[in-house]
């Protein structure tokens, strides 16, 4: 990309020349596939040396609404910063944008060299040797993770497992898309919620199959901090079991990877307590029925026409898959 050609090049590199040690400039500039909520640019700081491989994680065109959900990009960056302290393996952020540089809201950090695709993950000969540590190595992570201590934190959304269920009902009631199984769902939800009490601490919120950084050795980054929280330890060991991130191994639960028992056993050996196998399934089942809801949100974006994509109709129909893993959670067959 010649300088100049992209908007943010400029500003950008200025950014970069005024703090990465060493660094003369920028190349490579161009935005990565993925991410619905957050640009992701690649690029290059260029030195006398070896080039740095870096990350721009960016709000789209440089602003986005505040939303009570995700977390602004300079908490995000501080979250990473906070697990990394922790032994969480993310990656180095290097600046964080302040209005001035003209680039818009978000951070820089290192370019971490990996693979996310869960296809390729579970598939690919390349990580055949990784594969049966994944699971283990999640829970160690997580342990890790739930450890930061709470008094670090920037200012975030508590959310424990009742105002999950009540934010995700409104939801559900409010798109107007009537599902039995979700409605048995939230009941069994409602009935078995964790009782009054239960400790609380930094949840990643989106802990799963796709958000982590994987090479032939095993994580190599935990990624998309947007959604971090603090709530129910146990939220994040549910959420990877979901069976949507398994991505067709079903009889590997944790992340299409792995067994349950490994990942309890990597928590605890990490020092992240006793796992309570009854909240990780409560989470399990609200996680399959958060994903649900979304998928309708989906069908209602594609109907309207706010977004008339393939991908979200497909998508979309992903809702009917949900329903059989609910079924299959509240009512066993074996």
Not at 25 to 31: F, Q
Not at 254 to 263: L, N
Request: charge should be negative; proline fraction near 7%.
């Amino acid at each position: 990309m010649a300088e100049g050609s992209n908007p943010i090049e400029a500003p950008l590199a200025k950014v970069v020349k005024t703090h990465i040690k060493g660094a003369t400039g920028i190349s490579g500039l161009k935005r990565l596939s993925g991410g619905a909520s957050q640009e992701t640019w690649s690029f290059d700081a260029t030195t006398a040396g070896d080039p740095v491989q870096l990350i721009l994680r960016r709000a789209p065109g440089g602003a986005r609404p505040p939303s009570e959900t995700a977390v602004g990009l300079a908490t995000e960056a501080k979250l990473i910063e906070l697990a990394g302290a922790a032994g969480v393996p993310v990656p180095t952020v290097r600046y964080v944008l302040a209005k001035e540089d003209d680039v818009g809201d978000g951070f820089i950090m290192n370019r971490i060299a990996g693979e996310t695709i869960a296809r390729k993950i579970l598939r690919d000969e390349e990580f055949a040797d990784a594969r049966p540590k994944l699971a283990r190595q999640c829970g160690e992570i997580l342990a890790k993770l739930h450890s930061v201590d709470r008094a670090t934190l920037p200012p975030l959304r508590i959310s424990p497992a009742e105002s999950e269920i009540a934010q995700y009902r409104n939801i559900y009631k409010a798109h107007g898309h009537p599902h039995p199984v979700f409605e048995l769902a939230l009941r069994w939800l409602a009935d078995n919620t964790p009782p009054p009490g239960t400790a609380h601490t930094l949840v990643h919120g989106d802990f799963r199959n796709g958000n982590l950084m994987i090479g032939p050795d095993g994580v190599r980054a935990v990624l998309d901090w947007e959604i971090a929280h603090v709530g129910d330890p146990m939220e994040d060991l549910g959420w990877i079991c979901v069976n949507s991130w398994r991505f067709g191994n079903i009889d590997q639960p944790v992340g299409g990877f792995g067994t349950r028992e490994d990942m309890f056993e990597g928590y605890e050996a990490a020092g992240g307590g006793r796992v309570d196998p009854d909240r990780v399934k409560f989470w399990e089942v609200l996680g399959t029925l958060k994903w649900g809801i979304m998928c309708t949100i989906m069908v209602t974006a594609f109907k309207t026409g706010a977004d008339r994509s393939v991908e979200r109709a497909t998508i979309g129909r992903r809702s009917s898959e949900t329903e059989i893993d609910l079924l299959r959670l509240l009512a066993p067959l074996a």
